[in-house]
Nanobody, 117 residues
Framework: QVQLVESGGGLVQAGGSLRLSCVAS????????MRWYRQAPGKQREFVAT???????NYADSVKGRFTISREGAYNTVYLQMNSLKPEDTGVYYC???????????WGQGTQVTVSS
């Protein structure tokens, strides 16, 4: 089992920046994908960004050019650098771990991001 702990959320004005962190611990398989999702009030959880163990990345269209996902520390820490934040980026951001060749996945508890206009 893998445990995930997110941090770095907060309140920021539109146009500002935040960096989210996700620290993974436990039985981490070396081949894996880490993702960030977010959930706005009254809406379904949506994909934000992904990074594989070899550093391949992908982003939702809504955040391309503004958000950057990265990982370090033998793959156990993942970051989401969020720039040019918009009020519509407001929500709870969740870190997700998915083990390759398996259905095993884990979720963090989430961190709140609020962008004021």
């Amino acid at each position: 089992q893998v445990q995930l702990v997110e941090s770095g959320g907060g309140l920021v004005q539109a146009g500002g920046s935040l960096r989210l962190s996700c620290v993974a611990s436990g039985s981490i398989f070396s081949i894996n994908t880490m993702r960030w999702y977010r959930q706005a009030p009254g809406k379904q959880r949506e994909f934000v960004a992904t990074v594989t163990n070899i550093g391949s990345t992908n982003y939702a269209d809504s955040v391309k050019g503004r958000f950057t996902i990265s990982r370090e520390g033998a793959y156990n820490t993942v970051y989401l650098q969020m720039n040019s934040l918009k009020p519509e980026d407001t929500g709870v951001y969740y870190c997700n771990y998915h083990r390759a060749f398996s259905t095993e996945e884990s979720w963090g508890q989430g961190t709140q991001v609020t962008v004021s206009s």
